[in-house]
């Protein structure tokens, strides 16, 4: 599968950003979408993910303030990032992988860069304090 993140930029701290990311294939509501972000000198960290019904995680530096969502019929995901700080500054990442590896368990996290095996772009992210 292709995928395409926009929606990056620059904003103040506590402002807020949109992230997309536009998928090929007819598989897209199979799929386990996952948001990845990686500062310079930093290792590529998860930020969050959503599964084909829909399910969410996210890592605790983030929950309550963005959003991950889908729409099926556009083969679209989103992240909705407010209240954004300068610790979010990073190159923001798409993912993707088939929730028939693991059988659509709802147990496995989809946590890791191990568990996808097609990736975006990226997309740039700036806050300024």
């Known amino acids: 599968v292709q995928l395409q993140a926009s929606g990056g930029g620059l904003v103040q701290a506590g402002g807020s950003l949109r992230l997309s990311c536009a998928a090929s294939g007819r598989a897209f509501r199979t799929y386990v979408m996952g948001w990845f972000r990686q500062a310079p000198g930093k290792e590529r960290e998860?930020?969050?993910?959503?599964?084909?019904?829909?399910?969410?995680?996210?890592?605790?530096?983030?929950?309550?303030?963005?959003?991950?969502?889908?729409?099926?019929?556009?083969?679209?995901?989103?992240?909705?990032?407010?209240?954004?700080?300068?610790?979010?500054?990073?190159?923001?990442?798409?993912?993707?992988?088939s929730g028939s590896g693991t059988g659509y368990s709802t147990v496995h996290e989809y946590s890791t860069v191990h568990d996808y095996g097609s990736w975006g772009q990226g997309t740039q992210v700036t806050v300024s304090s």
């Open 46 to 97: 998860f930020v969050a993910r959503i599964n084909w019904i829909a399910g969410t995680r996210y890592v605790d530096s983030v929950a309550g303030r963005f959003t991950i969502s889908r729409d099926n019929a556009k083969n679209t995901v989103y992240l909705q990032m407010n209240s954004l700080k300068p610790e979010d500054t990073a190159v923001y990442y798409c993912a993707a992988t």
